[in-house]
C-alpha cells in the first residue's frame, strides 16, 4: 500500500539555521506530494506541493523537489525563524484518488 | 473568503455514545474528506465524499460513517464511542476534478475526548 515515511523529530534549531527534514515515499503510481503544516492547537495548511517529477514546489523561503529516481521530497529551508517552529507534514496522494497518505509528522522548534 | 469552518471545536463525550461532527467546505468546493489525527500522529483518511456520493473510506469500523448535503456541506457519525477515538477530526476540501493533483484545505478541526 501507499507509505510515507519522514525523519522522526523532534528537531531544535537555532534561528538562521539551516533546515532539512528527509521525506520519503511509496513508489505506487504517480503520486503528487504535499508539505502541510500544524501550528500548536491549529488544522493543517498546505505549505508546497509538486505534482510530478522534478517538479520543484516552494512556498514563504521553503522549497521541496519530487525526485522519482530517490522516492523523496525532502524539505528544505535555508534559514529559520522562531515562527517556523510548528508540526510538518509530508504526504502522498493516491493513485488517481483524493485520499492522502500522511507521515508521523516532524516537530521542529527554532529558538533565538 | 471564508475557509474550511467545522463544528463543534471541542467535545467530551462518554463511552458508548455517538457523535455527530459537521464541515462546511470552502465556497465552490464540491468534495469533503474527513480524517482523524490521534495525538502525536499524522492524520489518516476516513472518508472522501463528491457530489453526495462516497468516493472513498479508509480502514475504519462501520461505527463511523458520515453524508454530505446538497449544499456540499458533511456530517460525521461516530457510534458506540470507544476510548481510542479520541482524537482530532480534520475536514478537508477540494473542488473535486483534478483526482490526485487536486490540493485539499483542512479546517480547525473538532477535538474529540472520549471518557
Known amino acids: 500500500g501507499n507509505s510515507v515515511t519522514q525523519m522522526e523529530g523532534p528537531v531544535t534549531l537555532s534561528e538562521e539555521a539551516f533546515l532539512t527534514i528527509n521525506c520519503t515515499y511509496t513508489?505506487?503510481?504517480?503520486?503528487?506530494l504535499f508539505w502541510y503544516v500544524q501550528y500548536p492547537g491549529e488544522g493543517l495548511q498546505l505549505l508546497l506541493k509538486a505534482t510530478k517529477a522534478d517538479d520543484k514546489g516552494s512556498n514563504k523561503g521553503f522549497e521541496a523537489t519530487y525526485r522519482k529516481e530517490t522516492t523523496s521530497f525532502h524539505l528544505e529551508k535555508g534559514s529559520v525563524q522562531v515562527s517556523d517552529s510548528a508540526v510538518y507534514f509530508c504526504a502522498r496522494s493516491g493513485a488517481g484518488s483524493y485520499q492522502l497518505t500522511f507521515g508521523k509528522g516532524t516537530k521542529l522548534s527554532v529558538i533565538p | 473568503d471564508a475557509g474550511v469552518t467545522q463544528s463543534p471545536t471541542h467535545l467530551i463525550k462518554t463511552r458508548g455514545q455517538h457523535v455527530t461532527l459537521r464541515c462546511s467546505p470552502i465556497?465552490?468546493?464540491?468534495?469533503v474528506s474527513w480524517y482523524q489525527q490521534v495525538l502525536g500522529q499524522g492524520p489518516q483518511f476516513i472518508f472522501q465524499y463528491y457530489e453526495k456520493e462516497e468516493r472513498g473510506r479508509g480502514n475504519f469500523p462501520d461505527r463511523f460513517s458520515a453524508r454530505q448535503f446538497p449544499n456540499y456541506s458533511s456530517e460525521l457519525n461516530v457510534n458506540a464511542l470507544l476510548l481510542g477515538d479520541s482524537a482530532l477530526y480534520l475536514c478537508a476540501s477540494s473542488f473535486g476534478l483534478a483526482g490526485s493533483q487536486e490540493t485539499q484545505y483542512f479546517g480547525p478541526g473538532t477535538r474529540l475526548l472520549v471518557l
Open positions: 465556497s465552490g468546493h464540491k468534495s
Open positions: 513508489a505506487t503510481g504517480y503520486p503528487s
